[in-house]
C-alpha cells in the first residue's frame, strides 16, 4: 500500500476506536448517565476493533517521512519499535479485558476503574509515540 493509504487507514480506525471510547468515558466520569447496553455495545465494538489500526503503522508512514500527509505519528515509533509493539498489546490486552468484564456481568465500579485501565493504555501510547 501507498504511504498515504496506510495513514488514511490507520487514522480512520483510530477514530473509530476513539468513538467507542467515548461515551465509555464518559459514563466512567459521570458526564452522562450509564446505561449498561450502550457500554456493553461499546466495550465490545472497541475489543473487536482493537487491532485494526496497527498494521497501517508501516515503513515511511511516520513524521518526517517523505508523504506529503499530515500525520501525528512520531519518527520515535520506528526508533522504538518494540516498545510500540508492547503499547499496542498492553492496549489490545486492557480492551478486552474490558469487554470480558462486561460479558461476566461486573458491576459499573468496576468497569469504570477498566475504563480507566484502557485510556491509560491509550495516554501511554500517545505520550511516546504522538505528536500534540
Known amino acids: 500500500a501507498e504511504p498515504e493509504d496506510a495513514i488514511h487507514y490507520r487514522q480512520s480506525a483510530l477514530s473509530v476506536m476513539g468513538w467507542q471510547m467515548g461515551p465509555m468515558g464518559a459514563m466512567a466520569q459521570g458526564d452522562i448517565e450509564y446505561d449498561a447496553d450502550e457500554f456493553a455495545t461499546r466495550a465490545n465494538n ?3 476493533v482493537a487491532h485494526l489500526p496497527w498494521e497501517g503503522f508501516t515503513e515511511g508512514t511516520l513524521q518526517g517521512d517523505d508523504h506529503g500527509v499530515e500525520t501525528d505519528a512520531l519518527a520515535d515509533i520506528g526508533d522504538d519499535w518494540e516498545g510500540f509493539e508492547e503499547r ?20 459499573f465500579s468496576a468497569l469504570r476503574r477498566q475504563v480507566g ?7 501511554g501510547c500517545h505520550d511516546d509515540f504522538r505528536a500534540e
Open 88 to 107: 499496542q498489546e498492553t492496549f489490545k490486552q486492557e480492551a478486552a479485558t474490558l469487554a470480558q468484564m462486561v460479558d461476566d456481568g461486573e458491576e
Open 46 to 48: 472497541l475489543a473487536a
Open 117 to 123: 485501565a484502557v485510556g491509560k493504555s491509550c495516554k
